[in-house]
């Protein structure tokens, strides 16, 4: 992710590491903890909102390199293991919730949370939910179903509820689609 000076942020999953890239191509460790990051968006100009497999949703503070969870479970329960993220325009934080799910065990989750708190699970029954990316318009969410094959279409309600998910791409082979982004003109 960059940030409005133009410096990269990306994470290194097995090391549990943050590091910036600034625009002359140095980089510099932000943060380092016991997880596995992986997608991260900013919450605002100087806090990163990061899906950690191991740990939930965390927040890091990229001038001071602290990271602190955010979400660590849904009532009782532990994540599966957190994969991708989004924020829509209204603030509502939309996270995949992947794990080891697949065909065999089609109970990757769709999360959106609320700028208020309140957690919602949208979809349960997906097979391996990873990328996640929205329309121009903020109306369909795309989904990319990697141990499925597919990238779903999950349009998104004017009650907050999804109805009508559907397929939008089809592919064949050990794995499928992983991180999605959608243009200003609406291509995924």
Not at 18 to 42: H, T
Not at 124 to 147: F, I, K, Q
Request: net charge negative; hydrophobic share 35%; glycine share 12%.
């Amino acid at each position: 992710v960059f940030d409005a000076a133009g410096n990269l942020y990306v994470t290194d999953i097995p090391f549990g590491r943050i590091f910036r890239i600034d625009p002359q191509g140095e980089w510099e460790l932000i943060a380092e903890w016991e997880g596995e990051p992986n997608g991260m968006k900013f919450l605002d100009a100087h806090e990163l909102i990061i899906t950690d497999y191991r740990n939930g949703l965390m927040c890091c503070d990229i001038r001071t390199g602290v990271v602190q969870p955010f979400l660590d479970r849904r009532n009782s329960e532990r994540f599966k293991g957190v994969n991708d993220l989004i924020f829509d325009s209204q603030g509502n934080l939309y996270f995949t919730d992947q794990g080891q799910t697949g065909l065999h065990d089609p109970t990757g989750r769709l999360y959106r949370l609320r700028p208020d708190g309140r957690l919602e699970v949208l979809l349960s029954n997906v097979p391996s939910p990873n990328g996640v990316a929205l329309s121009p318009d903020e109306r369909v969410l795309y989904l990319g179903v990697t141990r499925g094959n597919q990238v779903w279409r999950v349009p998104l309600l004017d009650d907050g509820s999804v109805a009508k998910v559907g397929a939008f791409f089809t592919s064949h082979g050990p794995s499928g689609p992983d991180g999605l982004a959608v243009d200003a003109e609406g291509r995924v």
